[in-house]
Every structure is written in C-alpha cells, then in structure tokens.
C-alpha cells in the first residue's frame, strides 16, 4: 500500500523534519496538548489506546477535526494479553480501530499505523512481536517507533529541563526525528515541556511532519 516504503525510510530525510507522538491517551491532558499544538500550528500524531477512548471520543473528534493522525497503540497495553500471540496483536489492533472509528464517526476509518507497547525490538516477547509485525503487514498495518525520546517515560522525578536534556542528547546529528512522548494522565511535565520542545526543534530548523504526510 501507499506509504510502506516512506515508513520503511522513516529515519532518512535530506532535510530536518519532527514528528511529535504521543502514546497511551487520551487523557484528561490531552486537550492541553492540543491547546498547545493549535497555538503553535503543529500537527502531531498520537498512538492511542483503545481502553482510554470511553468517555473521551470528543477528544478523539477534536484530535481528528484539527488535523492530527490518530495511530494505534493497542486495547490494554498489557504485555501479557497483547503478545500472547500474533493473532491476538491484531486483534488488539482491530478492537482499538473500531473504538476510534466509532469516535470520530468515520466509518471507514484505519490508520494502517500501529506502535508496538515497549516497541518492536527486543524484550522477552521479542518473537512474537516478529511473527506479528508479519501478520500486520498482511492486514496492511506497519509499524513505526521512534529514534528520539524526551524521557517522559524513564523517569518519576520529571522536569522541563530532563526532557529538554534527553531530547537534545537523541536528537544530535538526526534530520529525521520520531520523537516518543505520552498524554497518559500522569505526563504533566510532558505538557509543560511542550511549548520549549517546539521551540528548540524551530530553533534547530525542524519543520513539523505527521504521519498524513506519510501513509497518502
């Protein structure tokens, strides 16, 4: 399909260019980003979970409406249930599509995107997630991670100044920077940092990218 090759070349790119993504939303923070994004005319891509979306489909609406690529991260983000088959990857997947598609009332709706929870590569579950990335490929689903993090994950004692720290030491020497955040409920640090991350990314001459520009 359409885009396969472009994620295939994901980290490659003559010129500077930023995704920002977002897992496990949507949350009571997810509005705050989008206020953010809107603000600063950034369209980003967030990788939601399904068990997240009751209650919150306006969020989803909202996140659709303004133009922001609504991927997938999965139903329950549990390791156990989620890798305990290829079979049961996709159907994490489908379950979480339905919920989105439900939402934003698109009925033909599929983001043909998901992200691995933990990432593709590596873990005690490491061959399922193989023989799984397979199975996505027949459903015509790719995957992407990500090569740059601000470390709103590695720590419980977050500042803006860590996650400014790890975006600059992930960044160096990358034209082309998938960079792993979270709207979970606990990431308010994250939506604080937000406005300096776009920032320095502006400063470094990044332009802003999602994945629309890259699943046509």
């Not at 803006?160 to 998938?178: G, H, P």
């Not at 604080?192 to 699943?215: P, V």
Request: negative net charge.
């Amino acid at each position: 399909m359409n885009g396969r090759k472009n994620i295939e070349n994901i980290y490659k790119s003559d010129n500077k260019r930023a995704f920002l993504t977002f897992d496990d939303g949507p949350s009571i923070l997810t509005p705050e980003i989008l206020d953010i994004l809107k603000e600063q005319n950034v369209k980003a891509t967030f990788f939601v979970l399904g068990s997240n979306i009751e209650g919150k489909q306006n969020i989803l609406k909202r996140m659709y409406q303004e133009g922001h690529y609504i991927a997938n991260h999965g139903y329950t983000h549990k390791y156990s249930l989620i890798y305990q088959s290829p079979e049961a990857v996709l159907e994490e997947f489908n379950r979480c599509n339905d919920l989105v598609k439900q939402a934003i009332e698109v009925p033909e709706y599929n983001s043909h995107l998901f992200r691995f929870p933990g990432g593709l590569i590596g873990g005690k579950y490491h061959e399922i997630k193989h023989n799984a990335n397979e199975l996505l490929k027949e459903n015509e689903i790719m995957n992407v991670d990500w090569n740059v993090l601000t470390g709103d994950a590695e720590t419980n004692n977050l500042t803006i100044e860590f996650e400014l720290k790890r975006l600059q030491q992930t960044i160096q020497n990358k034209n082309s920077a998938v960079i792993l955040m979270h709207d979970a409920q606990a990431k308010k640090v994250t939506v604080e940092s937000l406005t300096h991350i776009i920032s320095y990314l502006k400063e470094q001459g990044y332009e802003f990218h999602n994945f629309y520009d890259i699943i046509k």
